[in-house]
């Protein structure tokens, strides 16, 4: 397509624009990523401190379990110490001692295990208040850092939007098909414009790295403002440096 030099680099101003705009989408993802990251560590706080909110509660329910059991036992005891005077056979009164005994025996050690629930409830409720006091600065911690990232994403927000607007503008001035030619490129490879790479006297594409033909450099430095790599069909131009020395070379011989 036959390009001029003009348009050639307002298209190179397009793509530098949509390089930052590229640059600035992935910052953006990356701070919304670590947004996700701190809701995710601070859920995971939350759930830890509902478990241990729900052992608390779970704990306390087994305890008012054993207490019922105790109060029945109790009455047990009472009915079972009523019937001891009704009882007329000996073995009748025996049979209700031991179940009595018994009885006292589980009572005992439910009375035990409340004990030990009581001690447990006492050490998870220190430790739920510890959780709270670390939950709430966890809290205030995350609001803050997230403010700080959404505050640093409005700002590359408006920055995008600046570009968006500048590429938009420079699109304006250069013809659609040169804009369809450099969409199309930019569709197959991305970026759709390269300099030349050289290493001593070998020139490559600096896309894809594939070696230029001499009849490719010399239409580069002497014709054509840029030229298709064969290999990957991007725009290929020389860089300044590189055309700056070509002259001088040329104007020594």
Do not use: H
Not at 120 to 146: G, H, M, P, V
Not at 172 to 187: C, D, G, V
């Amino acid at each position: 397509m036959d390009i001029d030099i003009d348009s050639f680099n307002k298209m190179k101003e397009i793509q530098t624009l949509e390089l930052e705009l590229d640059s600035i989408n992935l910052d953006i993802n990356k701070l919304r990523l670590e947004i996700e990251n701190i809701n995710k560590d601070f859920e995971n706080s939350k759930n830890e401190w509902n478990n241990l909110k729900e052992e608390i509660k779970n704990t306390l329910s087994r305890k008012k379990d054993m207490e019922n059991e105790i109060k029945i036992k109790e009455e047990n005891i009472k009915k079972n110490q009523m019937e001891l005077n009704s009882v007329k056979s000996n073995d009748a009164f025996k049979a209700l001692l031991i179940q009595i005994d018994n009885t006292k025996k589980e009572m005992s050690e439910l009375e035990t295990e409340i004990l030990i629930i009581m001690e447990k409830i006492d050490s998870l409720n220190i430790k739920e208040k510890e959780f709270q006091a670390i939950f709430k600065e966890k809290e205030a911690k995350k609001n803050t850092k997230i403010a700080e990232i959404n505050s640093k994403i409005s700002e590359l927000d408006f920055k995008k939007n600046e570009l968006e607007n500048k590429k938009q503008e420079k699109i304006l001035t250069i013809k659609p098909e040169f804009n369809s030619y450099y969409i199309a490129i930019k569709n197959k490879k991305k970026p759709a414009i390269v300099p030349v790479k050289f290493d001593k006297n070998k020139y490559f594409c600096g896309g894809c790295n594939m070696s230029l033909t001499s009849q490719q450099i010399s239409d580069l430095n002497r014709k054509a403002i840029f030229i298709n790599c064969d290999n990957c069909g991007r725009m290929l131009y020389m860089p300044e440096e590189k055309l700056a020395g070509t002259k001088n070379e040329e104007k020594n011989a």
